[in-house]
């Protein structure tokens, strides 16, 4: 079946710091990945998606590469913000309304 | 972009009433909807898929006769929850697939809480 790994938090940073959340998914067929953030007391943000193999989604400073060789989409970025502490969820999905797999989500804390 | 809306942000009721969620696509059509259901400091759960017309959709282990859901049109979808237990207290987020997209536009989420 499709489910989606992601790596275990909370992970704490200093700003400036670089940051990878890895994410590892097992699927069938060809699935979109997608980073979704959430901000303490808010709903989901679509962060970055990538909807085939070797497209990097980008936003915000924040990128990820799927790679249909490793079935990977790790979250990266290059220098953090206090700002972009926040939970942040890996997940698959395909078109026509089919349901979204989330992983566990990963907690960030970004320290000044 | 897409925007869903729920409502009320927050609720407080007594243990054994019953409480209305609302999610609303604002500027988009859904003939489907998602709702989820978020513990403390853990990922999304989802309770059952909203299916405009005919009947929800729900996940194994939710009980359908607690968590009422109705999609009266396309872009509304209600979740009722019936005779509220304090462990019922949760966060309960909705969502909607895009038209012709695979990702979810979600709600901001309402915290029920049962006392």
Redesign the interface.
Known sequence: GNSVTQMEGPVTLSEEAFLTINCTYTATGYPSLFWYVQYPGEGLQLLLKATKADDKGSNKGFEATYRKETTSFHLEKGSVQVSDSAVYFCALSRTGGFKTIFGAGTRLFVKA | GAVVS?HPSWVICKSGTSVKIECRSLDFQA??M?WYRQFP????M?MA?SNEGSKATYEQGVEKDKFLINHASLTLSTLTVTSAHPEDSSFY?C?A?GQ??????????T?LTVT
Not at chain 2, 41 to 44: A, D, R, V
């Open positions: 729920q003939t489907t998602f400091k853990q990922s999304l989802l898929t987020i969502s697939p012709g997209k695979e990702e979810q536009y979600f709600g901001p989420g915290r």
